[in-house]
Antibody, heavy 120, light 108 residues
Framework: QVQLRESGPGLVKPSQTLSLTCTVS??????????WNWIRQAPGKGLEWIGY???????YYNPSLKSRVSISVDTAKNQFSLTLTSVTAADTAVYFC????????????WGQGTLVTVSS | EIVLTQSPGTLSLSPGERATLSCRAS???????LVWYQQKPGQAPRLLIH???NRATGIPDRFSGSGSGTDFTLTISRLEPEDVAMYYC?????????FGQGTKVEIK
């Protein structure tokens, strides 16, 4: 079973860059077997898919965030990361990292989520 | 870009009643790539149904999924108090992998 854990600052100032890391256990981020995803949830709101990274640099981002977001992988540390630039209060949310099987959609695993607040 | 619309927004039922949740897609979605999640407060979403109709590991058989094309349904045959949660559909057939806006299930 894949295990994921988010880490990063809980507070980011407006206009700055939000950076989060997801540490993966029991799978390799360099594998062809999984998509590596970021999802967020603003307080009291629904789930918003941010994007994914797949094997050797294939990425896809939510068009609403595309100009500000990037997802990258560090195979040496078995981590993947989210970078979101020029943040505003609207980016305050719980951020989840998650994996989804490339061939088996039911291979679906989530981290517990981390709250990021954008405030001065 | 595929948009998913869930209805109703809130479902309030008595224990033992049947809950029927709808997820409608703006264009056809291959069933293999339609999933349902349950999310309780303070928790990460939990996969309930994959492939539109297949229960994920450990999910009670009172949960079932059906549908094809643009119309999908999640049914809870006999509502239990522990089923109080938000329920989301998601398609992963075509990026961006949008979620529906969710249905809140409450106990009367």
């Amino acid at each position: 079973q894949v295990q994921l854990r988010e880490s990063g600052p809980g507070l980011v100032k407006p206009s700055q860059t939000l950076s989060l890391t997801c540490t993966v256990s029991n799978a390799s981020v360099g594998t062809t077997s999984y998509y590596w995803n970021w999802i967020r949830q603003a307080p009291g709101k629904g789930l918003e898919w941010i994007g994914y990274f797949y094997y050797r640099g294939s990425t896809y981002y939510n068009p609403s965030l595309k100009s500000r977001v990037s997802i990258s992988v560090d195979t040496a540390k078995n981590q993947f990361s989210l970078t979101l630039t020029s943040v505003t209060a609207a980016d305050t949310a719980v951020y989840f990292c998650a994996s989804r099987g490339y061939s088996y959609v039911q291979d679906d695993f989530w981290g517990q989520g981390t709250l990021v607040t954008v405030s001065s | 870009e595929i948009v998913l619309t869930q209805s109703p927004g809130t479902l309030s039922l008595s224990p033992g009643e049947r809950a029927t949740l709808s997820c409608r897609a703006s264009q056809s979605v291959r069933s293999t790539y339609l999933v349902w999640y349950q999310q309780k407060p303070g928790q990460a979403p939990r996969l309930l149904i994959h492939g539109a109709s297949n229960r994920a590991t450990g999910i009670p058989d009172r949960f079932s999924g059906s549908g094809s094309g643009t119309d999908f349904t999640l049914t809870i045959s006999r509502l239990e108090p522990e089923d109080v949660a938000m329920y989301y559909c998601q398609q992963c057939a075509s990026a961006p992998w949008a979620f529906g806006q969710g249905t809140k299930v409450e106990i009367k």
